[in-house]
């Protein structure tokens, strides 16, 4: 079965461009998950969908982050305007479901770089 | 809120040999999941191991086993027979055993520790 797929897999723009990042999930994954890794740091989770319903979007910047699952499969996060700290890999997950006995399987994010 | 620490940033160990990964975690929740994953430089986030909180007996894959101690909020990961296909960093990561959505769906994980294997 093919695994979550994303694209760009990197990305160079200067502060205050826009960009955007697209994931497709594993097919039949009801659960798709958007994380940012900085640099020497673990994943952080920035929003959460279920199908495409948000379940949790509290550490998202919403000031300049956004993110929408069309027909709940495909996603994607857009960042306008970036900044300097936004400079990180972007990961996307999904799983069959929420509960926590589902793995949650990740695509080979997206390295973004802001200069 | 749930915290996981990985105290050690860099590890090393010779091929074949063992190491261990240190981890531990604050929560005060009683039940939930623990894993262990492993990021190479492709970047891909691989699942190693996975331990449940409920379970009392250590889980093991193959060359992978967890050292697990509820009380002291410890979770160990033990590489056996290293080999050079190990080298990576290896993350721990939380999750709730919560049913449903929220933020009991999300994994919260630690800051990593980077493993080197030498031939």
């Known amino acids: 079965e093919a695994g979550v797929a994303q694209s760009p897999r990197y990305k160079i723009i200067e502060k205050r461009q826009s960009v955007a990042f697209w994931c497709n999930p594993i097919?039949?994954?009801?659960?798709l998950y958007w994380y940012q890794q900085i640099l020497g740091q673990g994943p952080k989770l920035l929003i959460q969908?279920?199908?495409?319903?948000?379940?949790?979007d509290s550490q998202l910047p919403k000031d300049r982050f956004s993110a929408e699952r069309l027909k709940g499969v495909d996603s994607t996060l857009k960042i306008q305007p970036a900044k300097l700290e936004d400079s990180a890999v972007y990961l996307c997950a999904s799983s069959p479901g929420v509960a926590p006995s589902y793995e949650q399987y990740f695509g080979p994010g997206t390295r973004l770089t802001v200069t | 809120a749930q915290t996981v620490t990985q105290s050690q940033p860099e590890m090393s160990v010779q091929e074949a040999e063992t190491v261990t990964l240190s981890c531990t975690y604050d929560t005060s929740e009683s039940d939930y999941y623990l894993f262990w994953y492993k990021q190479p430089p492709s970047r891909q986030m691989i699942l190693v191991i996975r331990?449940?909180?409920?379970?009392?007996q250590n889980a093991t894959e193959n060359r992978f086993s967890v050292n697990f101690q509820k009380a002291a909020k410890s979770f160990s990961l033990k590489i056996s027979d290293s080999q050079l296909g190990d080298a990576a960093m290896y993350f721990c990561a939380y999750r709730s055993r919560g049913l449903y959505g929220g933020s009991q769906g999300n994994l919260i994980f630690g800051k990593g520790t980077k493993l080197s294997v030498k031939p």
């Open positions: 097919s039949g994954h009801a659960t």
């Open positions: 969908f279920q199908n495409n319903g948000v379940v949790d």
């Open positions: 331990q449940e909180a409920y379970k009392q």
